[in-house]
């Protein structure tokens, strides 16, 4: 079974820092697009983050400048580091990635369980 682990969540200051990891366990063999959503309390899960399988990565508006997502397909990990971070980051951070598990498997979509990242004073 093919899982993915988020860590880096934690409390942190206006205008600090943090850096959000992803891992994949279990058997993969090729990965697609990985990808980070976050939630806030009572609001629904938005897209921050992707990266596609050639390389390119989109940000949304909010946090553009702001955070850098990098991809290592060597140890099937990504990396979300955020910089000048705002109250309203404050969510629940998920990973996700299109995971193909053996070579005649199908394609996955695989979340991670997500991880807390609280922006306050």
């Known amino acids: 079974q093919t899982q993915r682990v988020e860590s880096g969540g934690g409390l942190v200051q206006p205008g600090g820092s943090l850096t959000l990891s992803c891992a994949a366990s279990?058997?993969?063999?090729?990965?697609?697009?990985m990808a980070w959503y976050r939630q806030g309390t009572g609001n629904q899960r938005d897209w921050v983050a992707r990266s596609i399988s050639t390389g390119n990565t989109y940000y949304t508006d909010s946090v553009k400048g702001r955070f850098t997502l990098s991809r290592d397909n060597t140890k099937n990990m990504t990396n979300l580091q955020m910089s000048a971070l705002r109250p309203e980051d404050t969510a629940v951070y998920y990973c996700?990635?299109?995971?193909?598990?053996?070579?005649?498997?199908?394609?996955?979509?695989?979340w991670g369980q997500g991880t807390q990242v609280t922006v306050s004073s």
């Open positions: 279990g058997s993969v063999f090729s990965i697609g697009t």
């Open positions: 996700r990635a299109d995971i193909k598990p053996t070579p005649r498997a199908r394609w996955r979509d695989v």
